[in-house]
């Protein structure tokens, strides 16, 4: 089928509306503003306008998909917003933070908390409300933002980007149109701007056909998220504590995170690196049955689960950077690996790149090039930012957890002593997927179920993110060899799909002869893309659904 498309035209198009997407808009904005109300606007180069800036979201509104643990560090935002505290929807101040080792019945409080898990003078922030906040100021400027409208394909231009095509909408599972069929848009601009997340599909796509990969493949972690109304005086606003140790094994890097939210409201969550050998390893139910410990469960007791999610995280700092410019595009935020491993927090660095990156943009339109010559400028300004500063202190420190806590720990002494660099620099990493190990028959685990007031199944989970897909629409989720589930992976690995996915889209259905069928619940996913990251034999794609479809983190 021959698809007309209607094309429009921009100076710059980010694809993504979180935190960095937003901020390289707003920045950009600003900047533009400035820059034609000088006296020197027509001489210092072109009029520009905010209203050739097009900004794409996936989702149903602006902060729909947005999940975070979240702490903000406030100091990007004050660059972009200096009074931002007049009316940004911070939740509250941290007053306290705490570092606890959690044993199967007891806990046990660092006397000093170590400074990766200092958060005095950060927020606790709903992310979902934060964004909705920005785009409300991204919008006001008279940027035009299409919510609703995934990037599906890059428009490849040379040795670069010259935009992208949106998603089809209006068709039927099996892909033919239905009476509603739109064509996507073909999106062309000067500059294109991937801002989409972890693991972005047009970013994935991007890095490997124009060969941007660093030394290192990038390492993934997976954050699993409850929020809580909770009786009374069982937290405190502001009080913030992470945990290591039970249920965690010390062979696995992850921890988990309690934050005490105004209202009686509190956010708890575990993350866990997507890199262990256990191919039958359920990380939904590790979170769930960590919720049983002590501590927490005296916080959670008589209270209702208010809301999910799951989101991937890119863990893999400095050294798994992919070259975030080439002629016509810029890669910002998450999916630039712009967050810091050692504290896992990244809000404020996506912000600052998308910021960085407006300026190197401002800069290109005015001088009328948009080539990688230019927009190699960039990464420059990272280098002289804190951006490189943070990361470049952290940058071995996911590595040295790859074989376990004990041993990522002594690594890590070495490092803070050598500003990062510690015992060897740089410190290599394989793909977490490549950790499996093979299940040699072991039978599969009983899954996990749940009490329905303190821990939950997949389901009653799913049902608390607000996920939404159309029934009759293409499978956002493409497996290249269905065949290779039910034979090669059934015997080799048992199908770790069925335990890695958060919201329980992967079945393997038995047939009436016997054999097993992959059966995809998609009007499930979450959109965490754990299955694009984690399948042992890397045929899944994620790839953008109709838009609109997916969770909805109201409050998250």
Not at 43 to 64: C, D, F, M, T, W
Not at 98 to 117: D, E, M, Q, V
Not at 373 to 378: E, G, P, R, V, Y
Not at 386 to 405: D, P, T
Request: with cysteine; charged share 20%; glycine share 12%.
């Amino acid at each position: 089928m021959t698809v007309q498309r209607e094309q429009l035209e921009a100076d710059v198009l980010i694809v993504g509306a979180g935190p960095a997407g937003l901020s390289c808009a707003l920045h950009l904005s600003n900047l533009i503003k400035k820059h034609n109300e000088s006296s020197g606007a027509g001489k210092n180069g072109p009029q520009l306008s905010a209203e050739n800036i097009y900004v794409l979201e996936k989702g149903r509104e602006i902060g729909a998909h947005q999940l975070s643990g979240a702490i903000m560090n406030p100091k990007a935002l004050a660059e972009l917003v200096p009074d931002f505290e007049k009316s940004a929807p911070l939740d509250t101040l941290v007053t306290d933070d705490a570092a606890l080792l959690f044993t199967k019945g007891s806990s046990f409080r660092f006397p000093i908390t170590p400074a990766p898990f200092k958060n005095k003078g950060n927020y606790v922030v709903s992310l979902s409300k934060m964004t909705k906040w920005l785009g409300g100021l991204v919008e006001a400027a008279g940027v035009n933002v299409f919510k609703e409208f995934g990037g599906a394909e890059l428009v490849y231009e040379g040795d670069g980007i010259g935009g992208v095509i949106t998603e089809d909408k209006g068709l039927d599972k099996n892909g033919k149109p239905k009476d509603n069929f739109t064509p996507g848009y073909e999106l062309r601009a000067k500059v294109t701007v991937l801002a989409e997340g972890t693991r972005g599909s047009l970013t994935k796509k991007l890095v490997a056909a124009k060969r941007l990969d660093n030394i290192n493949p990038q390492s993934y972690g997976i954050g699993i998220k409850e929020l809580w109304d909770v009786q009374p005086g069982r937290i405190a606003p502001g009080y913030v504590a992470h945990t290591l140790g039970w249920p965690v094994s010390m062979d696995m890097y992850g921890g988990g995170w309690i934050y005490g939210l105004s209202n009686n409201r509190v956010s708890i969550g575990l993350v866990l690196a997507l890199e262990y050998a256990d191919p039958l390893f359920d990380p939904h139910a590790v979170f769930q049955t960590w919720k049983t410990h002590p501590f927490l469960k005296k916080i959670l007791d008589g209270g209702k689960l208010v809301r999910y999610g799951a989101k991937s995280l890119p863990y893999g700092g400095w050294y798994a950077m992919p070259r975030n410019y080439l002629d016509g595009g810029l890669i910002i935020g998450d999916s630039g690996s712009f967050l810091d491993s050692q504290r896992l927090k990244g809000i404020h660095l996506a912000m600052k790149s998308g910021m960085l990156a407006a300026e190197t943009i401002f800069d290109a339109l005015k001088a009328g090039d948009t080539s990688s010559k230019t927009l190699s400028a960039f990464p420059k300004k990272i280098e002289q930012s804190y951006i490189k500063k943070e990361l470049w202190q952290v940058r071995n420190f996911h590595q040295s957890f790859q074989h376990g806590m004990l041993r990522g720990f002594v690594h890590t002494a070495f490092q803070q002593i050598t500003g990062g660099r510690g015992l060897i620099d740089p410190m290599r990493a394989h793909a977490g997927h490549e950790a499996y190990k093979k299940i040699n028959g072991r039978p599969a685990p009983e899954r996990f179920k749940g009490d329905g007031k303190l821990t939950f199944d997949r389901l009653t989970d799913v049902y608390h993110s607000g996920t939404r897909h159309e029934e009759d629409q293409p499978c956002h989720l493409k497996v290249a060899d269905p065949n290779v589930c039910a034979t090669k992976c059934a015997v080799e690995y048992g199908n770790p799909c069925q335990y890695f996915c958060p919201a329980a889209v992967y079945e393997m259905a038995k047939e009436a002869n016997g054999g097993l069928r992959l059966k995809i619940n998609a009007a499930n996913c979450v959109h965490c893309k754990t299955c694009d990251i984690a399948d042992p034999y890397q045929i899944i794609d994620w790839v953008v659904p109709e838009g609109g479809g997916g969770p909805n983190y109201e409050g998250m």
